[in-house]
């Protein structure tokens, strides 16, 4: 394995992982979008969309905090929130000129998915120069530096937490159809510094959306990625979602030894090892590994993806079997809290849809672990049987209609599972009490032209993104419940009324 260490990485420019590597390590796409084709119109109304605030009305900026290809990433502070840290890649669009459908890709993968497991977008700004995402901000770091920090590898017991992670959020973006493309150390960052702080995957700038859940293998033929973690079917030119199961088993060799699987000191000699995939387990770095780990890993790096386990697989493999683990209790509050869910107007549902989403990793921790172990399948959304299963532990048996009924309750957008978000908003009454400055950020993301009340459009968008699809002319119902002084649109006096008889 020779001179692949991380631990040396910044005097090992040829096999990772540096500053240098990272901005040169992108492969650009063969194909390009003429700019007026209907994809790039699309996105330019995306812009204009929100084009009336400025990025800079909203956020004060900060520090850099991670150099992109095509841009980079800064800290920012909500001017009205101060509370609200973000995280704002700013895209220079002259750099990207023709690939304006990834930076659409990005936008509306990032919008569609919810889970614990993967960054949250909040909102997008355009400016001369810069396409800005504002997200999440991670405070404690890539997963990369992580593995520096620990010495330039990281023990197996941790590995297996930080693996059950990305690949909870794999199952979960495979499950919905998008297959990431580039996934490795950096595109991983902590929540905060915590010992157990969530692992999130950012940077869906090569993601790819697919057709109907992987029925069939679809192909995809841009050759993208970042040379060591990239599959080999990717390098022939012809694959599917498994590609990001390979990147998974490099990330994982990488985590146990410091070593990358296959290297190489130039990128054709990585790719002619990539090919081989000649996995050698025999080293002595090898010998305090267990056998279990190093059976995952073979079954993760096979170079035919047919036979490479997928996401769900994968987690049950015996190395994730954990007995102290098994029989874990659920919180009966946040049981009770679900079991006695009572729909919500349509309204108060969109206006706590919205809400979750900003609340802070200590408000939420005790949802996400219970949202987490009534996953049982571990999609990253929870089926009628999970529910079930989970009241049955806490004592609840609800004849079948009952139980049918409850859940398509929880299921607001009729998707026929519940999602992170719902879930959250369900059981948020068990443990938060909303206050003032939670609702006017609500209330700001309904009213995104700042015009200081919310109206039919507003609502209507806000609804549709969250995959709730209504006419117009049923949002004009819905605001009219809500529309107190009966002037067509509601002012946050209305919102605010609205949310309190929601009970939260
Ligand atoms: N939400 C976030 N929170 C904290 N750091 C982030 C966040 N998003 C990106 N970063 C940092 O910025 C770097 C570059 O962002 P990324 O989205 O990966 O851009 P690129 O597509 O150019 O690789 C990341 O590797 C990470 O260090
Ligand atoms: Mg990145």
Same mark, same amino acid.
């Given at each position: 394995?020779?001179?692949?260490?991380?631990?040396?990485?910044?005097?090992?420019?040829?096999?990772?992982?540096?500053?240098?590597?990272?901005?040169?390590?992108?492969?650009?796409?063969?194909?390009?979008? =003429?700019?007026?084709?209907?994809?790039? *119109?699309?996105?330019?109304?995306? %812009?204009?969309?929100?084009?009336?605030?400025?990025?800079?009305?909203?956020?004060?900026?900060?520090?850099? %905090?991670?150099?992109?290809?095509?841009?980079?990433?800064?800290?920012?502070?909500?001017?009205?929130?101060?509370?609200?840290?973000?995280?704002?890649?700013?895209?220079?669009?002259?750099?990207?000129?023709?690939?304006?459908?990834?930076?659409?890709?990005?936008?509306?993968?990032?919008?569609?998915?919810?889970?614990?497991?993967?960054?949250?977008?909040?909102?997008?700004?355009?400016?001369?120069?810069?396409?800005?995402?504002?997200?999440?901000?991670?405070?404690?770091?890539?997963?990369?530096?992580?593995?520096?920090?620990?010495?330039?590898?990281?023990?197996?017991?941790?590995?297996?937490?930080?693996?059950?992670?990305?690949?909870?959020?794999?199952?979960?973006?495979?499950?919905?159809?998008?297959?990431?493309?580039?996934?490795?150390?950096?595109?991983?960052?902590?929540?905060?510094?915590?010992?157990?702080?969530?692992?999130?995957?950012?940077?869906?700038?090569?993601?790819?959306?697919? +057709?109907?859940?992987?029925?069939?293998?679809?192909?995809?033929?841009?050759?993208?990625?970042?040379?060591?973690?990239?599959?080999?079917?990717?390098?022939? +030119?012809?694959?599917?979602?498994?590609?990001?199961?390979?990147?998974?088993?490099?990330?994982?060799?990488?985590?146990?030894?410091?070593?990358?699987?296959?290297?190489?000191?130039?990128?054709?000699?990585?790719?002619?090892?990539?090919?081989?995939?000649?996995?050698?387990?025999? =080293?002595?770095?090898?010998?305090?590994?267990?056998?279990?780990?190093?059976?995952? *890993?073979?079954?993760?790096?096979?170079?035919?993806?047919?036979?490479?386990?997928?996401?769900?697989?994968?987690?049950?493999?015996?190395?994730?079997?954990?007995?102290?683990?098994?029989?874990?209790?659920?919180?009966?509050?946040?049981?009770?809290?679900?079991?006695?869910?009572?729909?919500?107007?349509?309204?108060?549902?969109?206006?706590?849809?919205?809400?979750?989403?900003?609340?802070?990793?200590?408000?939420?921790?005790?949802?996400?672990?219970?949202?987490?172990?009534?996953?049982?399948?571990?999609?990253?959304?929870?089926?009628?049987?999970?529910?079930?299963?989970?009241?049955?532990?806490?004592?609840?048996? *609800?004849?079948?209609?009952?139980?049918?009924?409850?859940?398509?309750?929880?299921?607001?957008?009729?998707?026929?599972?519940?999602?992170?978000?719902?879930?959250?908003?369900?059981?948020?009454?068990?443990?938060?009490?909303?206050?003032?400055?939670?609702?006017?950020?609500?209330?700001?993301?309904?009213?995104?032209?700042?015009?200081?009340?919310?109206?039919?459009?507003?609502?209507?968008?806000?609804?549709?993104?969250?995959?709730?699809?209504?006419?117009?002319?049923?949002?004009?119902?819905?605001?009219?419940?809500?529309?107190?002084?009966?002037?067509?649109?509601?002012?946050?006096?209305?919102?605010?009324?609205?949310?309190?008889?929601?009970?939260?």
């Amino acid at each position: 394995m020779g001179c692949c260490c991380l631990k040396n990485q910044k005097t090992l420019p040829t096999h990772k992982l540096d500053e240098n590597t990272k901005n040169t390590s992108m492969i650009p796409l063969k194909s390009s979008t =003429n700019p007026t084709s209907p994809i790039a *119109l699309d996105l330019q109304n995306t %812009i204009k969309e929100s084009k009336k605030r400025e990025l800079t009305d909203v956020y004060n900026i900060k520090k850099v %905090i991670g150099q992109g290809s095509f841009g980079f990433v800064r800290k920012g502070q909500h001017k009205n929130h101060p509370d609200l840290i973000v995280a704002i890649k700013s895209i220079d669009k002259s750099k990207i000129k023709n690939e304006l459908r990834l930076l659409k890709r990005e936008v509306t993968i990032l919008q569609s998915i919810d889970h614990p497991n993967i960054i949250k977008l909040y909102e997008t700004f355009d400016d001369a120069k810069y396409f800005h995402i504002v997200m999440e901000f991670c405070s404690g770091g890539e997963l990369f530096e992580k593995i520096i920090e620990l010495g330039g590898k990281i023990n197996e017991k941790k590995t297996a937490v930080y693996m059950k992670k990305i690949l909870r959020a794999v199952n979960h973006l495979h499950e919905v159809g998008v297959c990431h493309r580039d996934l490795k150390p950096e595109n991983f960052v902590f929540e905060n510094d915590s010992p157990d702080a969530e692992l999130k995957i950012i940077d869906f700038g090569l993601s790819n959306k697919f +057709g109907s859940k992987f029925k069939h293998i679809v192909k995809m033929e841009s050759f993208v990625g970042t040379p060591y973690y990239i599959a080999p079917e990717v390098i022939k +030119g012809d694959y599917g979602p498994k590609c990001d199961i390979w990147s998974v088993g490099v990330i994982m060799y990488v985590m146990l030894t410091g070593h990358v699987p296959f290297p190489g000191d130039t990128q054709v000699k990585i790719f002619k090892n990539i090919m081989k995939a000649k996995l050698k387990l025999e =080293n002595p770095i090898w010998d305090t590994i267990s056998d279990a780990a190093k059976d995952l *890993l073979k079954r993760l790096l096979v170079a035919n993806p047919h036979q490479r386990l997928s996401a769900a697989e994968a987690l049950n493999h015996h190395w994730f079997n954990d007995p102290s683990k098994q029989k874990l209790a659920l919180d009966p509050n946040i049981i009770l809290a679900l079991r006695s869910y009572k729909p919500k107007s349509q309204m108060q549902r969109a206006a706590l849809g919205i809400i979750v989403k900003y609340l802070s990793v200590d408000q939420i921790k005790d949802l996400r672990q219970a949202f987490y172990d009534i996953d049982v399948n571990q999609k990253g959304e929870l089926n009628i049987h999970e529910i079930d299963e989970a009241l049955n532990k806490c004592g609840i048996n *609800l004849p079948k209609t009952q139980l049918s009924e409850l859940f398509r309750n929880l299921d607001y957008n009729g998707a026929g599972v519940i999602n992170y978000s719902e879930f959250l908003s369900a059981t948020l009454s068990s443990k938060i009490q909303l206050d003032e400055h939670m609702l006017w950020m609500a209330f700001k993301v309904f009213d995104k032209e700042d015009q200081g009340f919310i109206t039919v459009d507003n609502i209507h968008e806000i609804m549709n993104k969250m995959g709730k699809h209504v006419t117009k002319d049923q949002v004009r119902e819905i605001l009219n419940e809500v529309d107190l002084q009966h002037d067509g649109v509601i002012c946050f006096d209305e919102f605010k009324k609205m949310l309190s008889g929601a009970k939260i």
